[in-house]
């Protein structure tokens, strides 16, 4: 059984930074890729950021790049994301996700297979 457990949101300034993390556990595709998305209050889940299978390719939503990172070192490691420079509309709860080994510009929400219960993230102006 796949069980995603998201961790390390919670309430900041804007202009701080957290770091949320996701441990992962059951995936048995041979590779995958793992992603981060969010919903704000009515609002749709919106991609945030993707990682191919080997860490080395990643992809990020226009409205994080620069001030997001996605990371993982390995398969048997949790995967993180540095969220540096917070903004008021970065408030939404997070939610990392698993799916089939693709091209990361072609993830999106309704793709991925296995998804984590959230954390929230509220920035504060």
């Known amino acids: 059984q796949v069980q995603l457990v998201e961790s390390g949101g919670g309430l900041v300034q804007a202009g701080g930074s957290l770091r949320l993390s996701c441990a992962a556990s059951?995936?048995?595709?041979?590779?995958?890729?793992m992603g981060w998305f969010r919903q704000a209050p009515g609002k749709e889940r919106e991609f945030v950021a993707a990682i191919s299978w080997y860490g080395h390719i990643t992809r990020y939503a226009d409205s994080v790049k620069g001030r997001f990172t996605i990371s993982r070192d390995n398969a048997k490691t949790p995967l993180y994301l540095q969220m540096n420079t917070l903004k008021p509309e970065d408030t939404a709860v997070y939610y990392c996700?698993?799916?089939?080994?693709?091209?990361?510009?072609?993830?999106?929400?309704?793709?991925?297979?296995?998804w984590g219960k959230g954390t929230l993230v509220t920035v504060s102006s």
């Open positions: 996700a698993v799916g089939p080994s693709i091209a990361l510009s072609k993830v999106e929400a309704g793709g991925m297979d296995y």
């Open positions: 059951g995936v048995t595709f041979s590779t995958y890729i």
